[in-house]
């Protein structure tokens, strides 16, 4: 089966910086887009990031020019790095991957979740 793995996630001060990554390993045929999402407390889970095969990105108005995600095709790994970290960024951070397995069909594969959690 397909697993998706996130890590990275701690607590750190405002200001600070995090990487955190995402692994899918099983029977993968081939990956699409990759992407972050993030849920907060007391919200909704919203968009973070996301990267195509092709290294197309794009991402939320309130990290851009902050984070930075990017993949690694070889590795089946997607990153996401997290730069002038804020409260409002504390969150748990979950990976998502457009995977088409051997033998079956396309199917969109989540982590378990990484907590991140910016506080002086």
């Known amino acids: 089966q397909v697993h998706v793995v996130e890590s990275g996630g701690g607590l750190v001060q405002p200001g600070g910086s995090l990487r955190l990554s995402c692994a899918a390993s099983g029977s993968i045929f081939r990956i699409d887009a990759m992407g972050w999402y993030r849920q907060a407390p007391g919200k909704q889970r919203e968009l973070v990031a996301t990267?195509?095969?092709?290294?197309?990105?794009n991402y939320a108005d309130s990290v851009k020019g902050r984070f930075t995600i990017s993949r690694d095709n070889a590795k089946n790994t997607v990153y996401l790095q997290m730069n002038s970290l804020e409260p409002e960024d504390t969150a748990v951070y979950y990976c998502?991957?457009?995977?088409?397995?051997?033998?079956?069909?396309?199917?969109?594969?989540w982590g378990q979740g990484t907590q991140v959690t910016v506080s002086s």
């Open positions: 990267v195509t095969r092709g290294s197309s990105t």
């Open positions: 998502n991957a457009e995977i088409l397995p051997y033998g079956s069909r396309w199917a969109v594969s």
